[in-house]
């Protein structure tokens, strides 16, 4: 069984990720976003060309001709974020690569939709990190193997998502009046929220909803069921007002890890669902 401290330190992870959907930061953009390399070090480098040489000195162009393999690169937006292309997800054109002969030095750098031929062997496929911190692959690793040993080409395909502004409503707009509903209320009676004594709470209206959010801080300022309490009720107005969706992708490294994902990307839906199950399961966490 978690000690209190774990709970608490479990709610308030998932209270940060909630927090970001209210506060619009982190919700995977809808297509690519711009995206700037840094520049090439050569430094110590023996370039790999995309060509295979053949016995007798030429230059093959297919890779039936010798001992050449054929390396498909493709970088892929990951709109869903599970890793693979699926289904009317863009190709990035442009994106770089790095192809490194494993176990050596001798390598180079590729664009995105590149064919290359290369000699049999085992390459390393390194899926470039743009300069702008708002880029994120949704694969376990950055670099894969490709054995090349026939003339069969290999797909080497890399899947990526960029993160920026949500359409969320910030905390101060549902103060006013007449914005939250009755309807709203009850949906949010259903929650199992807590107040700052970690006792059910249940906001009547637009001014204990306010006061009620207002009271909160992070831990250990306030207790953490009490701050999650109050982001998972901004998210559920968001959701019921269709300023977010339960469909949209996040990414909530936080909620993430719990769920046991294979990456950083999580459904808001997913992430009110968690936030319920945990408040429900130790809303007393301190």
Known sequence: TAS????????????????????????????ECAATFPAINWAGATELLNQCVISTGTTGTTASQGSCGCLKLKKVYDLNGNGIQDAGESVLAGWGFKVRVVGTNTFSYYNSTETLLLPFGIYEVCDLVPIANNWWPTQPSLCKTYPLTSSACVDATATSVCT?????????????????????????????????????????????????????????????GYWLSV??????????????????????????????KSNQFVTIGDIVALAIAKLTASPSAD
């Open 4 to 31: 209190p401290s774990a709970d608490a330190t479990l709610l308030s992870d998932i209270a940060t990720d909630l927090r970001n959907i209210n506060t619009n930061e982190g919700y995977v953009q809808a297509s």
């Open 164 to 224: 920026g502004p949500g359409n969320s409503q910030l905390s101060a707009y549902w103060w006013n009046a007449g914005v939250v509903t009755p309807a709203d209320f009850a949906a949010l009676a259903a929650l199992p929220l807590v107040d700052a004594s970690l006792a059910p709470f249940a906001p009547a209206d637009a001014n204990s909803l306010k006061n009620w959010y207002k009271g909160a801080s992070a831990p250990p300022a306030s207790p953490a």
């Open 231 to 260: 982001n998972l009720a901004l998210a559920k107005l968001n959701l019921l007002h269709g300023f977010t969706s339960a469909s949209k992708l996040m990414k909530a490294p936080r909620s993430a890890a719990i769920l046991s």
